[in-house]
C-alpha cells in the first residue's frame, strides 16, 4: 500500500541554523500539507500545497517557513532560522480529493522530530 | 474560530466497549475525521463523517451529528494494541481539507 516517507526521522539542530525536511507524498496525491506537533500538544495545521503553490497558511507559518515541491516527488519544509521553541515532531501529509468517499483523508508520514538546541 | 474539545484522558478494560466524544465549533463543516496515534508516532486514519449517522468498520464506529456538533468514536472488544491517542479533526472547509485537530484523548486499555 503507498505511504507517505519522510526524512530524517530525527534532526538535532543548533538556534539560528537552518534546515530542511523532507517528504515524498503519495504518488497520485494532489494535495500536500505540513503539520507540527509539540510534545504533549496537539497537531497544528502549518501550510497546504496545491498546483505548486501555497494555498493556505496558519499564524504559525511565518517568513522563517518556506515549502518547495523541487521536483515530481519531493515537498520539502525549510526553516531559515530555527528557534528553540521550532522544536517539535513535523509531520507531512497528502491528499487525492475524491468527492463523496474517503479521497478526502489525509494520509500522514511517520513525521520528522526536529530539537532545536 | 475553531475549538475541538475531548475528553483527555479515558480507562477502559480488554475486551469491554469505550466510546469517546468530540464536540467542535468550527466556522464551517466539510467533515470530521478520527485518527489513532500511538506515542511518538504518526497519526492514523480511522474513519470519516460527513453526513449525520453512524459509520461502522470493523471494531471501530464513528457517529456524527452535525446539528448538535458532535461525534463520537466507539471502540469495541477492546485490544491491548489499542491504548493509544485518538485524536478528532474537522475539515472546515470545501475544497482546503485543512484539518483542525483536538487535543486528542489518551486511553489506557487495561487487563
Known amino acids: 500500500e503507498p505511504e507517505v516517507t519522510q526524512t530524517p526521522s530525527h534532526q538535532v539542530t543548533q538556534m539560528g541554523q537552518e534546515v530542511i525536511l523532507r517528504c515524498v507524498p503519495i504518488?497520485?496525491?494532489?494535495?500536500f500539507y505540513w503539520y507540527r506537533q509539540i510534545l504533549g500538544q496537539k497537531v497544528e495545521f502549518l501550510v497546504s500545497?496545491?498546483?505548486?503553490?501555497?494555498?493556505?497558511k496558519s499564524e504559525i507559518f511565518d517568513d522563517q517557513f518556506s515549502v518547495e515541491r523541487p521536483d515530481g516527488s519531493n515537498f520539502t519544509l525549510k526553516i531559515r532560522s530555527t528557534k528553540l521553541e521550532d522544536s517539535a515532531m513535523y509531520f507531512c501529509a497528502s491528499l487525492k480529493p475524491l468527492r463523496g468517499t474517503l479521497g478526502e483523508t489525509q494520509y500522514f508520514g511517520p513525521g520528522t522530530r526536529l530539537l532545536v538546541l | 474560530g475553531q475549538n475541538i474539545d475531548q475528553p483527555t484522558e479515558m480507562t477502559a478494560t480488554e475486551g469491554a466497549i469505550v466510546q469517546i466524544n468530540c464536540t467542535y465549533q468550527?466556522?464551517?463543516?466539510?467533515?470530521l475525521f478520527w485518527y489513532q496515534q500511538h506515542a511518538g508516532e504518526a497519526p492514523t486514519f480511522l474513519s470519516y463523517?460527513?453526513?449525520?449517522g453512524l459509520e461502522e468498520k470493523g471494531r471501530f464506529s464513528s457517529f456524527l451529528s452535525r446539528s448538535k456538533g458532535y461525534s463520537y468514536l466507539l471502540l469495541k472488544e477492546l485490544q491491548m494494541k489499542d491504548s493509544a491517542s485518538y485524536l478528532c479533526a474537522v475539515s472546515a472547509r470545501a475544497g482546503s481539507y485543512q484539518l483542525t485537530f483536538g487535543k486528542g484523548t489518551k486511553l489506557s486499555v487495561i487487563p
Open positions: 500545497f496545491y498546483n505548486n503553490e501555497i494555498s493556505e
Open positions: 463523517n460527513v453526513l449525520d
Open positions: 504518488s497520485n496525491h494532489l494535495y
Open positions: 468550527t466556522s464551517g463543516f466539510n467533515g
